[in-house]
């Protein structure tokens, strides 16, 4: 174990067996439990630095909490306010902003990037490259491929009245989005429902059926073989 560089802040909860590699910077609070990886070059509970016309809100998080047997991974950020579950890994370079929940048993691949007041239940996976725009819920048991896109804003950044509109996509429990799917703002997607990779989603998807296409359009049904229940 190095912990050469680390640098701690002030109140920093550390359990005695927890692994932490080089260049390591954890902010004041943070609390990291038993049995947790922190390679080098990590930066754990940092406060958000927000653009002056940012509509998030401005006020002190409570710390990072991370919970037993985690892994983060080299070059990741992980921002105060957050909560990481039991046995999640955080891939390389990964990015989870601030007030977001992330369960038990999850995989966050390398450069995903998951933004700010997004959920993530157990179990779920989101491969490399995925962005996980603010607002955002996925339930238990979700896939995400790698370069999937999610957005939350139909004005892209115009007019003020967008501010009460912005919404991110639900993802039902043991939904599978395929490579590189984009989903517009406020879609739900239903459990258990199969994105083909490439597919752009402009229309909610109906629960155990399997869309594909520009834009995605309902195919068929999910077989039942396939179904989580059914393994």
């Known amino acids: 174990m190095s912990r050469e560089n680390l ?20 902010h004041d609070g ?18 958000p630095k927000l653009a002056r016309r940012s509509t998030t809100k401005r ?11 985690v892994s983060i991974c080299s070059g990741a950020v992980v921002f105060a306010g957050s909560s990481i579950g039991d046995n999640t ?7 989870v902003r601030e007030n977001v929940q992330i369960g038990s048993d999850c995989g966050i691949g390398r450069a995903v990037c998951v933004e700010n007041q997004t959920t993530i ?4 996976n989101i ?39 912005l919404e991110g996509a639900t993802i039902r429990r043991a939904a599978r989005i395929g490579g590189g799917v984009v989903i517009l703002p406020g879609i739900e ?6 994105v083909a990779a490439g597919a752009l989603v402009t229309k909610d998807i109906p629960a155990g059926k399997l869309v594909a296409g520009l834009p995605a359009r309902v195919w ?12």
């Open 189 to 194: 997607i239903g459990e258990e429902a199969f």
């Open 59 to 69: 006020e002190p998080l409570p710390p990072l909490v991370i919970g037993s047997g």
């Open 89 to 95: 890994v955080i891939g390389d370079q990964a990015f």
């Open 121 to 124: 239940g157990n179990r779920c």
């Open 7 to 26: 640098v701690l802040g002030e109140g920093v909860q550390i359990a005695d067996d927890v692994e932490i590699g080089a260049n390591v910077v954890i």
């Open 220 to 231: 068929r049904d999910v077989p039942d073989e396939e179904l989580l229940n059914n393994q």
């Open 127 to 165: 491969q490399s490259n995925s962005y996980i725009t603010r607002l955002c819920v996925l339930e238990d048991d979700v896939f995400i491929a790698p370069c999937v896109t999610t957005t939350n804003d139909n004005f892209m950044g115009r007019t003020e009245a967008r501010h009460e509109l």
């Open 30 to 47: 943070t609390v990291i439990g038993a049995g947790c990886v922190i390679q080098d070059n990590v930066v754990l509970g940092k406060q």
